[in-house]
């Protein structure tokens, strides 16, 4: 089992679909992540959960809603999407940053290629 | 406020060349930096990380890294540069210190790395 896997992983929707990316971490983890990134952009967090409460949410539209079940999975639910939303969507999971032993290493999944017609 | 500088968006190296690709960061305290690498299409995967101690630190992959405080640096360098090392290079710097302690991963722009034959 790789560390950090993510389904799946090229999607395309149009602007009414409703779709979700998951993501999934055997590494045991407490706190998993959502960034964005978009072509020639730096990478954009979008949403932090540590055991299982989002705890950061970097302005990002309603269009996008994540869910985290267990401290394994994160999903992003994705509803009337925009073009511009097309990206690469990368999960990542981490120690819990509010750990002791926290170091702020960022273990990634491979990403999900979204592209909205 | 905290932040990494990647001065150089795009190199080109040749076959057996030696490289390095720059990376400066702005942080308040002791920094914890990485270097991550991204093939096309791919998710990120870390290369090497400083924490503390020694200032010449070794990654997978023949990469090595050297923290020069004086300088606010961190320089990824590599002997020998191989065709498949060209991919796009991400330097980050955990925010370790923020109010909310939500393990926030602060990246550079990236640089996009090209072999020539």
């Known amino acids: 089992e790789t560390g950090v896997t993510q389904t799946p992983r090229h999607l395309v929707m149009g602007m009414t679909n409703k779709k979700s990316l998951k993501c999934e971490q055997h590494?045991?983890?407490?706190?998993m992540y959502w960034y964005k990134q978009s072509a020639k952009k730096p990478l954009e967090l979008m949403f932090v959960?540590?055991?299982?409460?989002?705890?950061e949410n970097n302005s990002v539209p309603s269009r996008f809603s994540p869910e985290c079940p267990n401290s394994s999975h994160l999903f992003l639910h994705l509803h009337t999407l925009q073009p511009e939303d097309s990206a690469l969507y990368l999960c990542a999971s981490s120690q819990d940053p509010a750990g002791g032993t926290y170091t702020g290493e960022l273990f990634f999944g491979e990403g999900s290629r979204l592209t909205v017609l | 406020a905290q932040s990494v500088t990647q001065p150089d968006i795009h190199i080109t190296v040749s076959e057996g060349a030696s490289l390095e690709l720059r990376c400066n960061y702005s942080?308040?305290?002791?920094?914890?930096l990485f270097w991550y690498v991204q093939s096309p299409g791919q998710g990120l995967q870390l290369l090497l990380k400083?924490?503390?101690?020694?200032?010449l630190v070794q990654g997978i992959k023949g990469f090595e890294a050297e923290f020069k405080r004086s300088q606010s640096s961190f320089n990824l360098r590599k002997p020998s540069v191989h065709w498949s090392d060209a991919a796009e290079y991400f330097c980050a710097v955990a925010n370790l210190h923020g109010s909310s302690n939500t393990g926030k991963l602060i990246f550079g722009q990236g640089t996009t790395l090209q072999v020539k034959p």
């Open positions: 400083y924490f503390s101690g020694d200032t």
């Open positions: 942080y308040g305290a002791t920094p914890y």
């Open positions: 959960y540590s055991l299982e409460e989002r705890v």
């Open positions: 590494l045991g983890h407490n706190a």
